[in-house]
Nanobody, 117 residues
């Protein structure tokens, strides 16, 4: 039904910046909540940031002031701007969409981010 495709991951130096993109196969405003999660090896998957269809945003305390979530409705794309990257930000980053009707969750396949010197 809904496909989410992440892009933009890669290797970056500490202190650097990266912008991740999540392209949806449907109108992103038809999805109640879009979010970015990340999972490091041996760690649980954690919520990084979320954005509702009404425009409300939330960012995890660990990345507040460094990361920002945004969208381009015309492109059906959600972004995660990551600045001042730290080695502990290294993880596979996943895009997630949630529709309240039917309690449906959709996941992308993930894009790896490595922060290392």
């Amino acid at each position: 039904q809904v496909q989410l495709v992440e892009s933009g991951g890669g290797l970056v130096q500490p202190g650097g910046s990266l912008r991740l993109s999540c392209a949806a196969s449907v109108n992103i405003l038809s999805i109640n909540v879009m979010g970015w999660y990340r999972q490091a090896p041996g760690k649980e998957r954690e919520l990084v940031a979320s954005l509702t269809s009404r425009g409300s945003t939330n960012v995890a305390d660990s990345v507040t002031g460094r990361f920002a979530i945004s969208r381009d409705n015309a492109k059906n794309t959600v972004y995660l701007q990551m600045n001042s990257l730290k080695p502990e930000d290294t993880a596979v980053y996943y895009c997630k969409g949630t529709r309240y009707v039917g309690a449906m969750n959709y996941w992308g396949k993930g894009t790896p981010v490595t922060v290392s010197s």
